[in-house]
């Protein structure tokens, strides 16, 4: 484990959990990567104005937010749902600390913005929240649903802010209808890298894999809020969270020695997120993961690597990790570090033990595949295979601890014998339910101590 830190920037700290042992042939290694920061939200979002460029190698002060309203037609059914969506929303505006750059973007099938409406961002004070919540008072609902034009306002807008967070919010309670995915998959392209994007659907007549979709792509969260008058929470707490962020466009770089092949770098915890496809080279053997923004928090990665063959008594490094963030000249500055070893030796004992955080975290990446393959087996009509998956899944969420998993669970099944993974199909289960255990499938559990 190495930490790296400077007076006034926050702290990252980097632990390497593993077997590093290997049997005499042996090539597959093996890592959960567990990675904290400390001091990151102490300052709330707000622009350290206290702080010189020198307090802060590497990085600008400030943050800048946009919150994007789906005002199509759809959000007037019931009326209840653009009112929730108005208070939300004058929530989440309280909820900016003075100083913060933001913006309001009203979604239909093109998008406008409803606050300050002169095409880029007031600054969070007194005057600006209570102008923002009355210009929220002519939103209404009318239109049609084309997210990708909200988001490439969202990106033109957050570009004017010379800050280092940039991040946006999105709600909406309907399928994207009104552009077609290639035109959504290439607003998502075109904006991952410049902001982080947290992603709310209100009520169940919007798309699971859509917005999952966003948030993936756009390294957020993504949630169900089914009960419309359950936005206000939300929303404040989004916001909070995204005020906590002081350290933005990290990357997990991952060095590998001669021979030796990356087979995949997967986010874990607090959520399971597949980053191997993103991939950017850095360098000879080296590749950079992003991991987005960061606050006061701690993140867990599994890393993957097979290494060359060597003989009983031998060991290698068989993977540096860094944290890195680019400074205003492009040089990389290191934030944190920690390495993974491989040791050939003819104990079997030691070559065959499972490190507990590696199997524990196998196991919390299956259970999300096999909750997505069980629901869609569901949805297809073949039940033996959804009763299959659906159980495996029940019997991996009692054997970890991931008590909010097994709950959810709990209202698409009924459970018979969760430690077998017995259970039986409900013969009807609420839209909510089912949507609420998809989309939250990917949450995790840590380790138990």
Known sequence: MANFSKSNVPQFSVDIYQNEFLPEGGREVNAIVTVTSTGGGTSGGLPLASQTPTDLPGTRPGAAVVIMVDCSGSMDYPPT???????????AIDTIRDGVAFAVVAGTHQAKEVYPADGGLAVADPTTRHQAK????????????AIGTWLRLADRLLSTADVSIRHGILLTDGRNEHEKPEDLRAALDACAGRFT????GVGTDWEVKELTGI???LLGSVDIVADPSGLEADFRQMMETAMGKEVADVALRVWTPQGAEIQYVKQVAPTVEDLTARRAEAGPRAGDYPTGSWGDESRDYHVNVVVPTAGVGQEMLA???SLVQPQPDGTPQVLGQGLVRAVWTDDMVASTRINPQVAHYTGQAELAQVIQQGLE??????????TAKLGRAVQLASASGNEDTAKLLAKVVDVVDAATGTVRLKARVADADEMTLETRSTKTVRVKK
């Open 81 to 91: 749902k653009m009112r929730s969506a108005r208070d939300a929303t004058a929530t």
């Open 134 to 145: 009355q210009a929220l008072r002519r939103l209404s609902a009318g239109g049609g649903t």
């Open 197 to 200: 994007c947290d992603a709310r």
């Open 215 to 217: 948030a993936s792509a």
């Open 319 to 321: 993977a540096r990790i």
């Open 377 to 386: 087996a569901r949805k297809q009509g073949d039940f033996d295979s959804a």
